[in-house]
Structures are given as C-alpha cells and as structure tokens.
DNA sequence: GGTGAAATCGTCGCCAA
DNA sequence: TTGGCGACGATTTCACC
C-alpha cells in the first residue's frame, strides 16, 4: 500500500469504470501494472468491490430512515446481524457508542413500511426499543470513500 | 424504467466493472444494446455513477462516526451543507426529522480527529450542538442498494 | 514493472422490426 | 423507438523479459 496505491484507489473511487491505461496515464504506470496493482488490492481486501451508485428518487422510490436500536440485555450482535440482513430494506448497520446500540440505514417504500419494518425487527425481543429519524433530504454524498 | 433496466441496475451495483456484454448475455440483449439502456440511465440520473467499495479496516484507516447535527435557529440547508463539504472526513450527511436536525456520517482517523472535527463545524455557529455516536463495528454493508 | 500479442470489449453508424 | 449487426480502435489480460 504505497502512494500509487492510495492514488488508484481514489480514481476507482471516483469512477469504478476507469480503465486501467486511463489511470496508467495519471500514475505513470503501464496497463498491465495498474492491473496487477488493482488485483492485489482486491485479494488484499482493500477494495472489496465496484457498484454503481444510483439516485433513488430519480428511480421513484421512497423514503430512507435512520434507525437507532436498543437492545435487551444480553442480546448478542450476531443475532442482531443476522435480523437485520434478514430485511433486504436495511441498507447499512453500525454498532455504535452511545445511548443506542446499534444504528441501521434503511431504504423503504413510505412510512407505513417502516413502521411495518420496525415491528417486525423487534418482534424476536432481542431489539426492545428503536427511535427514527427520517432523511428529509442528502446533503453530502460522496463515493464511499 | 422497464424490468430489464432494473436488472441492469441490480447486475451493476453487484458489480460496477461487468462488461456490456456479459450483461446483455444475462439480460438477453446485445452489448450496444445494453450500452444505450445504461447511458440512458446515467444521463436520466437513475445510475449516478460507478464506484469502488473499500474495506477501510483493511486500508487502515481509522475511526468511523454518526453525528447528529444541532442547527442555530434560523440556519440553512444549504450553508450547513456548503460547511460540510468543505470537510472530506464528512462522507454522507442527511437532513432528518426528529430530534437532530441533520446527521453526518464521518471517518476520521481517530478520536482526537473527530474532536477537531466537531469544534470545525461549531466554529461558525450555524452549527450549536453535536452528539456523535462512533461506530464499534459495520453490521451490514450492502452495495449501495 | 515494461512489452508485445491475442482475445475481448467499447463504441459507432447503419439497417430492420 | 428500440434492438441487432458489422467494423474498428481501445482495452483486457496473458506470457515473457
């Protein structure tokens, strides 16, 4: 992981779809290396894929929400994982310091899926409470860097 | 936004580096075809770009964050965001309802970073209050969905 | 890490349904 | 309009230096 690197990993970030003399010719390196490089960094596990980013309300779809969870006492992580992926709707999870345990981003319809979406994430007890913010709108969206 | 584009869609958010061709042959059309549909959905806004997905554990970097944003009354959108855009470690940021106002998802490189981070954004007081929430670990993580 | 070569792919104009 | 075909230059992807 040295400076070149770093560098094509920035240019795949801002546009997957880059061939690799295109970023050959901004790191000064041939086809063949930048390629080489890029393979290694994804059996290393740095760059763990390439997807398209697209932008829900032009695809018609609906609301997204931030859900904070609180769990029961004792309640394993796993379990949660595995309730959480579970819902195709839950986009993103984190674990997280603070008064909650757990933070899901989710990608529903309306609000009446939500509301469907959390009674059923606390139905097995190990999530016991959540409290929602819906996104009113994004105002930074940036690769994933 | 027919079925076959959102099958386009779904086989480019698995993977945004797939070749027209093998798209069509899954989709059963043929690779310009596929071409046309995708530079349709890109200049319609569906598909906002292509990007690469780093595991930043493996990149070693550092500390990610949820920070829930505190407006000054009569602050707007748009300075809150043109604030955080100045600062790269803000990755997402969205605009909620309920208690916050708006929450931004950073990666810094450690407490200390977010720390400074947080006193950047208070500094002009469009900004009155943060709470932050750091994320322990990443429970789901799907392409961008 | 570079080079060269072969297979594949991106991309365009043109024509058919 | 939307999709297929053919063709050409660019790209991917090897083996080898």
Chains 1, 2 share one sequence.
Do not use: C, N
Request: proline share 3%.
């Amino acid at each position: 992981m040295d400076p070149i690197d770093r560098q094509i990993v920035a240019l795949l970030v801002e546009d997957a779809r880059r061939s690799y003399g295109d970023i050959g010719r901004r790191v000064a390196l041939s086809a063949p290396s930048v390629k080489r490089r890029v393979d290694r960094l994804r059996t290393g596990g740095a760059i763990e894929g390439f997807t398209a980013v697209l932008d829900h309300d032009a695809l018609g779809a609906g609301t997204e929400a931030l859900v904070e969870l609180f769990f029961a006492p004792g309640t394993l992580l796993d379990e949660v994982t595995a309730r959480l992926e579970e819902h195709p709707e839950v986009v993103e999870a984190w674990s997280v310091t603070g008064d909650a345990d757990a933070i899901a981003r989710v990608r529903v319809g309306d609000a009446r899926d939500l509301e469907r979406l959390i009674m059923e994430l606390q139905r097995d007890g190990s999530v016991v409470r959540t409290r929602s913010q819906i996104v009113l709108s994004r105002l930074v969206a940036r690769g994933r860097g």
